[in-house]
């Protein structure tokens, strides 16, 4: 008896040891990890705060919970125009950097390769099919050639009839829910409807009934919901536990696989309308075969094109109608410009909203203010390194402009937390002269890789807030008061409701 318990003291003891010499291994790897970091990695001279240069762990705990974009800025107005923000992660707010990283490789930069997509960020679940966010360069372009006449100025103007019945829809709800002012309305809500059905129908030749309904579709529910998961996983990834996440991934299928059982049902349909559609999505269709695009591929696309065509655009015209009810001096400038711009509510068209040079201004300001996508928008550094605003950084560095913080630095922008559309309307010189740098902003990205989209988001927020501002007075609820700092974001903004109180205008 006594020689098992021997035994099994010394079993114990063994399985001790093991277990004290791997804590001691992990801390040792951990130390040396930290130590590398801090004194011999290639970044080392880039400033930051020691805890960012010496672990990815705080910036993937600020992403997961919504801060992160905030917590960059204000690294920026302590550090300068490129800060650390991780131990091989650095973020810029120099203006050049946009082009640097970004931009097009023209004369002797041409064959260089370009500013790949981090696939930390990109490619956070495998073998999900490409699309046009995620495709290599060559495939990327082909997407762009094939989807880019349905985001040209000519193929708005077709499409204007088909834009005007969902805004006349929303203008007719509005009156029916508004209560002459008496009753609070969540505008955020209804700028996301208008825009979802009107991608719906420019995409899958069918509308998600939002309007018609006064409620999300499933589909925008899931969206929605996702936002969350999403900076949880590229979070997770960040530090290292991408196997895990495939394993979270698989657990939680059933949601994935409802979303996308919608998205297969809606592209079945529109692929199967006999009568070509000069919409957003027929480019794609027209080439198919040629391309040997996959009905999965086609699925991808379609969902893309859906979320950056309809969230992006909701939240701008979400966050310029909070700015505007904030400062009422600004609102009642642009009521006298859209009502002494117009006798009648048939006279504002794709074409007219153009010439209300303040709204057009408020809406870069708004954009300035309330960036649709706050930060991630994260390349890597091509092998060999490269210049990036005035400074080398070696290769495979992660490597972006946060819009949150280009958008709030005081070296680009004279008081940059205050409304002040004035700025846009000032030439790039006069602009300048004043301490604002215009070509920070830059809402829609630059380079290869900006976003198509942009004719279409100007044509609905022109549109849409010409209407209500023709249509109402509108006047900020109680309770949506610091509407924007009450709110978090993961890259995308985790909206909460906008409420307002509209009457109609009497005539």
Known sequence: MSKISESLDAGTSNVAKYGILAVTLIVAYQAYQIIYNLYFHPLRNFPGPIHHRASRLPWAIRHATGSQAFHTQKLHDQYGSVVRIGPNHLSFTDVRAWKDIYGHRVGSESTMNEMAKAHTFNKTIRHVPTSI????????????????????????????????????????????????????????????????????????????????????????????????????????????????????????????????????????????????????????????????????????????????????????????????????????????????????????NINSVNKLSYMLAILNEALRLYPPVTSTLVRTVPPGGDQIAGRFVAGGTFVEVQHWAMNHSKENWKDPWTFNPDRFLATPEEAAKAGNKLDALQSFNVGPRNCIGRNLAYTEMRLILARIIYDFDLELSDESQRWIERQKSFALWDRIPLYVHLTPVKR
């Not at 079945?268 to 009905?295: P, Q």
Request: aromatic share 10%; proline share 1%.
């Open 133 to 348: 966010i995620n495709a290599d360069r060559e495939e990327h372009s082909r997407f762009r050639r094939a989807l880019s006449h349905g985001f040209s100025d000519s193929a708005m103007r077709q499409q204007e009839p088909m834009i005007s019945k969902y805004v006349d829809l929303l203008l007719k709800r509005l009156h029916e829910e508004c209560g002459d002012g008496k009753n609070k309305l969540n505008i955020e809500a209804w700028y996301n409807w208008t825009t979802f059905d009107i991608i719906g129908d420019l995409v899958f030749g069918q509308s998600f009934r939002c309007l018609e309904n006064i409620h999300y579709h499933p589909w925008i529910e899931f969206i929605f919901s996702s936002v969350r998961f999403g900076a949880v996983i590229v979070a997770m990834t960040y530090i290292g536990l991408s196997d895990l996440v495939q394993v979270i991934v698989r657990v939680s299928a059933n949601a994935v696989n409802r979303v996308q059982k919608y998205t297969e049902d809606m592209v079945k349909t529109r692929l199967a309308m006999e009568k070509e559609r000069d919409d957003l999505f027929e480019g794609l269709v027209k080439r198919r075969e040629d391309w040997g695009l996959s009905f999965e591929k086609l699925c991808a696309s379609a969902f893309i094109l859906v979320l950056a065509g309809s969230e992006t655009t909701a939240t701008t015209l979400s966050g310029a109608t909070f700015l505007l009810l904030a400062h009422p001096e600004i609102l009642e400038k642009l009521k006298h410009e859209v009502r002494s711009s117009f006798k009648s509510v048939d006279e504002i």
